[in-house]
C-alpha cells in the first residue's frame, strides 16, 4: 500500500536515501550533487528536516518519493520532487504536492513556486495539470538548460 508522510529529524536515514537515490537518478534535473549531499554530515540533514517540509512516498515500509517544501512567508518553493521510476503515473507526484500545498496554505502562504527544466515534458504536464502555470520567468543554468518558475496561487 503506497502511503505519504512528513518526515521528522527522526527520519535522516530516510531523507538521505531518498535524495541520493534521485540525485543519481535524475542528475540532469536534480543537480550533480550526489557527493555533496553524500558528504554532509547527519546535523546537516536534521536541520534540513528542521527548517524545510520533506515529505516522502512509502510502498509499505519502502521509501520510494520524495519532495520538499521551503517556507517562506508568502511563497513556498516546491523542489526536490522525485518518484522511484517503477511508481511513476501512479498519482504518487500529486498526493506529494497535495501535501506540500497543505502545509503551505497552513502556514499562511499564498503561492506555491517550483521550476522546471524546458526539456522536462512529463515534469512540466504533471504540475501544470495540478494547477501551476508558466510564468514566463526562465534562468539558464550552466550546463544544464533553461528552467521556467511555474506558479501556483493557493
Given at each position: 500500500m503506497i502511503s505519504v508522510?512528513?518526515?521528522?529529524?527522526?527520519?535522516?536515514?530516510?531523507?538521505?536515501?531518498?535524495?541520493?537515490?534521485s540525485l543519481a537518478d535524475t542528475p540532469e534535473n536534480l543537480g550533480d550533487l550526489v557527493?555533496?549531499?553524500?558528504?554532509?554530515?547527519d546535523a546537516e540533514w536534521v536541520d534540513s528536516l528542521r527548517e524545510r517540509v520533506w515529505f516522502a512516498g512509502f510502498d509499505d515500509d519502502t521509501p520510494i518519493a520524495l519532495v520538499c517544501g521551503r517556507?517562506?512567508?508568502?511563497?513556498?518553493?516546491?523542489?526536490s520532487m522525485w518518484v522511484v521510476p517503477s511508481a511513476r503515473g501512479n498519482g504518487l507526484a500529486a498526493r506529494l504536492v497535495a501535501e506540500v500545498?497543505?502545509?503551505?496554505?497552513e502556514n499562511g502562504a499564498q503561492a506555491l513556486v517550483l521550476q522546471v527544466f524546458e526539456d522536462n515534458l512529463r515534469?512540466?504536464?504533471?504540475?501544470?495539470?495540478?494547477?501551476?502555470?508558466?510564468?514566463?520567468?526562465?534562468?539558464?543554468v550552466p550546463g544544464k538548460?533553461?528552467?521556467?518558475?511555474?506558479?501556483?496561487a493557493l
Open positions: 508522510r512528513r518526515l521528522t529529524p527522526a527520519d535522516v536515514p530516510v531523507l538521505r536515501d531518498l535524495r541520493l537515490r557527493a555533496v549531499e553524500a558528504a554532509r554530515p517556507p517562506d512567508p508568502s511563497e513556498w518553493l516546491l523542489y500545498r497543505a502545509a503551505a496554505v515534469a512540466r504536464r504533471i504540475y501544470e495539470r495540478l494547477g501551476f502555470l508558466a510564468t514566463g520567468v526562465w534562468e539558464e538548460g533553461r528552467r521556467e518558475l511555474l506558479r501556483l
